[in-house]
């Protein structure tokens, strides 16, 4: 992708913010990259009218592809070889793809075909926790524990391996320092956190929801999403989602209870 095609390729996201959130907030933070923009991007179709695009960088996703795209997309995956640590886009996306992609790219450590999309849309059930907060810059030694404690947990890999954890140590202080992680602290320990992990348009997508596994069971995720939707509203965007596991019972009925409700379908295989 050149620079003077990404304008078009941000309408193709932008006709579903929800479901391209993070895809779409890595183009536009590459857009004034030629480099970075033809690396990690490529789109199918005419400059002005794009009838797909495809970030292939931290992870390979498919932006706004019909069918055709789809497949081209793949075929391209499936020569170039695996560089990427997961294939997510929406299910029916994946699957058609992964057709493709699955015969060259060998077996994944996980299959994840049901992610459902959620979005804050109804009034929540239970009250706002009014200990929510954003974290503070100079907490991030407070919060880097339980990010790496979620990462294992639900990512199923250590953050800290590859590096001794210095890479993602200065993801996670990135989040904190612009104000886009929000904590409840017990004792001055973390026992839930949550990151905003994309901002695309008007959707501020929520990544790293995490309750410490000594505390889960009581209601905290409930009243802590209630609120960090209200603070994510005031403070970065109007509408805010999250992607789920399906199998994640005790997830989904905090969601539901914080006013979350389905909008779609996502799916992720992971290496």
């Known amino acids: ?63 706004g592809a019909d069918d055709e795209a789809l497949d081209r997309f793949a075929e391209r995956l499936a020569a170039r070889g695996r560089t990427t640590s997961s294939l997510v886009g929406p299910r029916t996306a994946i699957e058609r793809m992964w057709t493709t992609i699955g015969p060259a790219w060998g077996r994944a450590r996980d299959y994840r075909w049901s992610q459902p999309l959620l979005e804050a849309v109804d009034t929540p059930s239970v009250r706002p926790d009014p200990a929510i907060r954003p974290a503070l810059r100079g907490e991030e030694e407070l919060v880097f524990p339980a990010s790496v404690a979620m990462f294992r947990e639900e990512v199923g890999t250590d953050p800290t391996a590859y590096d001794g954890g210095r890479g993602y140590y200065r993801r996670v202080a990135e989040l904190v320092g612009l104000g886009r992680t929000y904590v409840l602290l017990e004792h001055g320990r973390v026992v839930f956190k949550a990151d905003v992990g994309a901002i695309f348009g008007d959707v501020a997508q929520l990544h790293g929801v995490w309750v410490d596994p000594a505390r889960r069971g009581r209601g905290i995720a409930r009243r802590a999403m209630a609120a960090v939707t209200e603070q994510v509203r005031r403070d970065h965007a109007p509408r805010v989602s999250l992607y789920v596991n399906d199998f994640n019972e005790p997830a989904r009925k905090a969601y539901a209870a914080s006013g979350f409700r389905q909008a779609g379908e996502l799916a992720t295989v992971l290496f």
Do not use: Q
């Open 1 to 63: 992708m050149r620079p003077a095609t990404v304008e078009a390729a941000l309408r193709l996201a932008l006709a579903d913010p929800l479901t391209n959130a993070l895809a779409g907030s890595r183009l536009v933070e590459l857009r004034h990259s030629a480099t970075a923009l033809s690396r990690e991007f490529a789109m199918v179709g005419p400059d002005l009218v794009p009838r797909g695009v495809l970030w292939n960088g931290a992870n390979a996703c498919p932006i």
